[in-house]
């Protein structure tokens, strides 16, 4: 029973354009969720993040996006840069954080940036 | 500097051997996770310790026995190894921060294990 689903294993997309990631959770605790990208051969590294407070979240070229009626969200990479070439994952996980958290991932997404 | 660090990076071993695996993080973290990442790229929690108690404990065989000897490390060790057992292992830590009570979590790079 997967909870947080990335339904498209890969993504190719031209460098300068933009990239679309999505992400579906079907458990409506979920209150907190991040995006995590990972290159081969090394672990996941955090990317941006947004709590269900929020609809929005920026950090430079990337923009979580939260659609909680809907559970979705979606991660915008603009301009899209060949070093964005990667996997990557989304996570959820219900508050309040207290001690560590249990997050739970989705499969990942392979995004492919041609230049 | 390494924030995460795990050995081996890669361990291939028998079935029925016992291997452990070990988990370092310099970040000043109260708390450390193991994740196991499956044939189907599902990273799924296993494990989590926050200053050296055990919060998390998933469904995992009893095979697998986290060690945390500090707040810095947690080791993993594994029983009887089974050919279902190869997968990439992920060691993170996390402190939980801010008004919100944000927490992210930092991986290690993998441990790479083969079960033959």
């Known amino acids: 029973d997967q909870q947080v689903k990335q339904n498209s294993p890969s993504l190719s997309v031209q460098e300068g354009r933009i990239s679309i990631l999505n992400c579906d959770y079907t458990?409506?605790?979920?209150?907190?969720f991040l995006w995590y990208k990972k290159y081969p051969a090394e672990g996941p590294t955090f990317l941006i993040s947004?709590?269900?407070?929020?609809d929005k979240n920026e950090d430079g070229r990337f923009t979580v996006f939260l659609n909680k009626s809907a559970k979705h969200l979606s991660l915008h990479i603009v301009p899209s840069q060949p070093g964005d070439s990667a996997v990557y994952f989304c996570?959820?996980?219900?508050?309040?954080?207290?001690?560590?958290?249990?997050?739970?991932f989705g499969p990942g997404t392979r995004l492919s940036v041609l230049p | 500097d390494t924030a995460v660090s795990q050995t081996p990076k890669y361990l291939v071993t028998q079935m029925g051997n016992d291997k452990s695996i070990k988990c370092e993080q310099n970040?000043?973290?109260?708390?450390m996770y193991w994740y196991k990442q499956d044939s189907k790229k599902f990273l799924k929690i296993m494990f989590s310790?926050?200053?050296?108690?055990?919060?998390i404990n998933e469904t995992v065989p009893n095979r697998f026995s986290p060690k945390s000897p500090d707040k810095a490390h947690l080791n993993l060790h594994i029983n009887s190894l089974e050919l279902g057992d190869s997968a990439v292992y992920f060691c993170?830590?996390?402190?939980?921060?801010?008004?919100?009570?944000?927490?992210?979590?930092?991986f290690g790079p993998g441990t790479r294990l083969t079960v033959l």
């Open positions: 458990n409506s605790m979920f209150d907190y």
């Open positions: 970040l000043g973290h109260d708390t």
């Open positions: 947004i709590s269900s407070i929020k």
């Open positions: 993170a830590s996390s402190q939980v921060r801010g008004r919100d009570k944000t927490d992210t979590q930092y």
């Open positions: 996570a959820a996980s219900k508050g309040p954080f207290k001690n560590g958290q249990n997050f739970v």
């Open positions: 310790y926050n200053n050296k108690e055990l919060i």
